[in-house]
């Protein structure tokens, strides 16, 4: 009689750390959240520039969705934050909007403005799972397992 081994089993089925599993699943995470993300902010960041950030920054497979650009969390959490000082979110210049050097921002009482609100905005991993994204995922990773 054979004996049975976990680890193949898993293998066999793409459960594996990496496998075609745990690939499918980082891909439709990124799908299902791209409707979601905002693709500019009022006065502010493209988001455009997020969406592909999270393109660039996923390793497919390690179970980690990763949106990394210098506003991702400020867009992430909805809130302006601003100096400390001059109580503004940054000046504009001939290049873009700037702030000044070394300061480090503090959240403020309002809401960033999202152009195509309400679907894209803040907290764009949670709402899209809410939204039908864990029914996707789940779908997508019972097709991938390796019969």
């Known amino acids: 009689m054979k004996k049975f081994d976990a680890q193949v089993c898993i293998k066999s089925l793409g459960l594996e750390e990496g496998g075609a599993v745990q690939q499918v699943v ?3 995470v990124l799908d299902v959240c791209e409707p979601y993300i905002p693709m500019d902010i009022a006065g502010g960041a493209s988001g455009g520039g997020l969406i592909q950030s999270g393109i660039e920054n996923t390793v497919i497979g390690s179970g980690e969705v990763i949106w990394r650009a210098p ?3 400020y867009v992430y959490e909805g809130i302006v934050y601003v100096d400390p000082e001059t ?3 940054g000046f504009l210049t001939e290049d873009g909007w700037r702030s000044r050097k070394d300061v480090s921002k503090i959240p403020s009482d309002r809401q960033l403005q999202y152009q195509g609100a309400p679907r894209r905005g803040s907290h764009w991993v949670d709402r ?3 939204e039908g994204g864990i029914k996707a995922v789940e779908d997508a990773a019972r097709k991938a397992v390796k019969k």
């Open 26 to 28: 980082d891909q439709t």
């Open 87 to 89: 109580h503004a979110a």
């Open 71 to 73: 506003y991702a969390h």
């Open 128 to 130: 899209s799972m809410q």
